[in-house]
Each structure stands twice: as structure tokens, then as C-alpha cells.
């Protein structure tokens, strides 16, 4: 790995080329990322947890307020607890255009990131889902213990909004169309799987 990027082989035991080119995306997945490629993402700066050593890599492309999304979190949870040593999970922000109130959620969580709070904030979105309002933000803030007068001003940057959208662009170009995405060792998987 480098400081700024990653490109990791899929799994373990990496699949002959012409095995992996066999296996079709089923047909109910949406167009979107090759899942027999591996793909480079950016790393850099994002949210992680668990060892940056991690032999696998789960990098999220979430949105707070995508039910489908808050699906996913317990079964990270799970991975993370079984495998600590061995699993890094990071956070990308991907607020779909139908989800009004997620743009403001990521930059809460954002600007909670910036006091070293970013997965405690995202705990309490994807647990407060209906509640995704910004007086109820910094109600989460002073319960985390946040300096509210910073996070008012991180939440309300330019600096966290252009991090955002960064994330975003960055999904869209992969060609993600919809959340949760994720990617495993670089191999996309779509989808709030099991």
C-alpha cells in the first residue's frame, strides 16, 4: 500500500483470469463496477477502522439516510469483531440524489471525523435514521463531546462539503449507481449482503 491509494487482489487465493472472466454479475445487479475487476481507490484521508496492515480491505460507498445502507452496518460490525486483526473497513461518503437529508448527515459525520469521533457519529445516523435533521446533529455532537463552536464550523465548511462531493465523484466514477457498495480486496460487491 501507498499513503495515498491502494490496489489490493481480490481474495486470498486470486482466481485464474479466465475462471473470474466466466462468472456473470447476476442479472438483478444494476449496472455498475465490474465485480471480476480489481479496482484502485483512493484512501487517503478517509475514515478507517482496524489495522491499515489489514490483509482485507472493505472499503463503504454509504449513505445515512439509504435504509438499505443501515442494513449493512451489523454485518460489518460482525466482520470487524470477528476478525480484528484482519479486516480494515473505510468509509466513503455516497449521498444519493433522492436521499435530501443525506448531504447534511455526511457533513456531520465529517465534521465529527475532524475530532476523531467519525464512526461513534456514524453509529448514532444510521441508528437515528428518521431523525437526520441538523438540530438533531448537534445534539449528537454534545453527546459525543465534540467542541460544538468547531463542529458548527467543520459542518457548515466548504472543506467538508468539497470532501464530500469528492467521495461521490470518486463512486460515481467507479461506476456505482446506487448504495451500499463496497470494495473487497478491490473486487466490487453491490448490495446490504448477509
Not at 472472466?21 to 487517503?44: C, E, F, I, R, V
Not at 463512486?171 to 453491490?190: Q, S, V
Request: proline letters at 8%; glycine letters at 6%; charged letters at 25%.
Amino acid at each position: 500500500t501507498t499513503d495515498r491509494t491502494f490496489s489490493i487482489n481480490a481474495g486470498l487465493a486470486a482466481q485464474p483470469a479466465a475462471q473470474r472472466q466466466a462468472q456473470a454479475p447476476p442479472s438483478d445487479m444494476p449496472p455498475g463496477p465490474d465485480p471480476n475487476k480489481d479496482y484502485t481507490l483512493n484512501a487517503a484521508g478517509a475514515p478507517a477502522l482496524g489495522p491499515k496492515q489489514a490483509r482485507v480491505k472493505i472499503v463503504e460507498f454509504s449513505d445515512f439516510q439509504c435504509p438499505f445502507c443501515s442494513r449493512a452496518v451489523l454485518t460489518l460490525k460482525k466482520i470487524q469483531n470477528a476478525y480484528p486483526k484482519d479486516v480494515q473497513i473505510i468509509w466513503k461518503n455516497f449521498p444519493l440524489e433522492m436521499h435530501t437529508k443525506a448531504p447534511a448527515a455526511h457533513a456531520a459525520a465529517e465534521a465529527a471525523q475532524r475530532q476523531g469521533k467519525f464512526w461513534e457519529m456514524y453509529d448514532l445516523l444510521f441508528a437515528n435514521q428518521k431523525e437526520l435533521e441538523p438540530e438533531q446533529f448537534e445534539k449528537y455532537a454534545t453527546q459525543l463531546g465534540l467542541d460544538i463552536a468547531r463542529f458548527k464550523a467543520d459542518y457548515t465548511s466548504a472543506d467538508v462539503r468539497a470532501r464530500v462531493e469528492a467521495d461521490r465523484k470518486e463512486g460515481a466514477a467507479l461506476g456505482i449507481t446506487g448504495a451500499p457498495g463496497f470494495f473487497i480486496n478491490g473486487r466490487f460487491l453491490y448490495g446490504a449482503q448477509p
